[in-house]
């Protein structure tokens, strides 16, 4: 054998060691770190089956229903741990929207334990409660541009987010409810914090649903008043709330403290065992909530989010729970997931999964 054919036949053994075949000819599997043996499935739908057996048929599939159906999973656990303090925020048009009940059940039945939400969320939650009501709506009429539609509704004097309708003079009826139910008692009280203008506004809000018969649930602020749970609204300014406070504060003694609702709610979290969050969007709302969580000890243990917001636009609604855990706002093992729809959508159906699992 020549010298060049020994060096080839090295070669060629070498080659052999290092093709990912073992000696014999079969195939050698290749270290891998990131995978384990976990085949992806497919779903199984039948007419008649619950939304836990759903979601739990997302489990076998990919994509957004596998982030369902850890979100939902997540959400449960985060329930059903009786050492977990659960926060929940709510941003974007979520009660007039028809989410409002589902919010108001969950804090009547113990699943929340500090909400954080927009002065407009209240806004229409209190509309409701004393008698107003929203109304389905169209984005556009078909005989006219969206222009002319939205200019058309300007005239009849009504709002529209959507496709959702409210009537202007509810806003009206709001004014007096605040003027003559929550504004008085508060006055006498000086400056407040906004989560006690916030109990205030669920004390009156129960009290008038009640004596006037209200067909309607008297609401989320309502059922927090009625369960202890308090209600912070960091941007209560940015709302027809935080209008009409503002203007009821240039002729009293009424004012609200911005700074005061820091500390309970950090206390809040400095003393619970454990902590998880449910974000439903983004904003104030779900900044206030992660950011508690920067002046405690711990962290959240459980996190799960909805949002439509890409992460890659840098804003704080699309931004990851990952991320949220750089900054010491999740534990390094807390297990969280992100949903990316509709809140109106993926809300429901992560409740509906958590609490059939629950129940």
Request: with cysteine; net charge negative; proline share 4%.
């Amino acid at each position: 054998m020549s010298d060049h054919d020994d060096a080839h036949d090295g070669g060629h053994e070498a080659d052999a060691s290092d093709d990912g075949h073992d000696h014999d000819g079969g195939y050698e599997m290749p270290e891998r770190e990131e995978f384990s043996h976990d085949p992806l499935g497919h779903a199984e739908i039948h007419g008649g089956m619950t939304v836990g057996e759903l979601v739990e048929q997302y489990g076998h599939a990919g994509i957004g229903a596998a982030d369902v159906h850890e979100a939902a999973d997540i959400y449960a656990e985060m329930l059903a741990d009786d050492d977990c303090t659960v926060f929940m925020s709510l941003a974007g048009a979520m009660v007039p929207t028809g989410m409002r009940k589902i919010v108001s059940d969950l804090i009547r039945d113990g699943y929340v334990d500090a909400l954080v939400t927009t002065g407009a969320n209240l806004t229409h939650d209190a509309i409701e409660a004393i008698g107003g009501k929203h109304h389905h709506g169209a984005e556009h009429h078909e005989e006219k541009t969206p222009r002319e539609h939205d200019e058309t509704l300007r005239d009849e004097e009504v709002d529209r987010i959507y496709n959702v309708y409210l009537p202007q003079e509810h806003f009206a009826l709001f004014e007096s409810h605040l003027r003559n139910e929550v504004f008085p008692a508060l006055e006498e009280e000086g400056v407040v914090s906004i989560e006690r203008l916030c109990r205030e506004l669920g004390r009156a809000n129960s009290e008038v649903n009640e004596a006037e018969g209200i067909e309607e649930d008297a609401g989320v602020a309502a059922a927090a008043y009625e369960s202890d749970v308090p209600i912070y609204c960091p941007a209560v300014q940015d709302s027809v709330l935080g209008l009409q406070a503002w203007m009821y504060s240039q002729t009293s003694s009424f004012s609200l403290d911005a700074l005061s609702d820091m500390t309970p709610l950090t206390d809040l979290a400095y003393d619970a065992d454990k902590a998880g969050c449910l974000l439903v969007g983004g904003g104030v709302p779900k900044n206030f909530t992660l950011q508690t969580m920067l002046v405690t000890p711990g962290a959240y243990d459980y996190g799960v989010q909805i949002t439509m917001d890409p992460a890659a636009t840098g804003g704080l609604s699309g931004a990851t729970l990952d991320e949220a855990r750089s900054w010491g706002k999740l534990e390094k093992d807390a297990r969280n997931a992100t949903v990316l729809g509709d809140a109106t959508i993926m809300l429901p159906l992560l409740v509906a999964a958590a609490r059939e699992r629950l129940e």
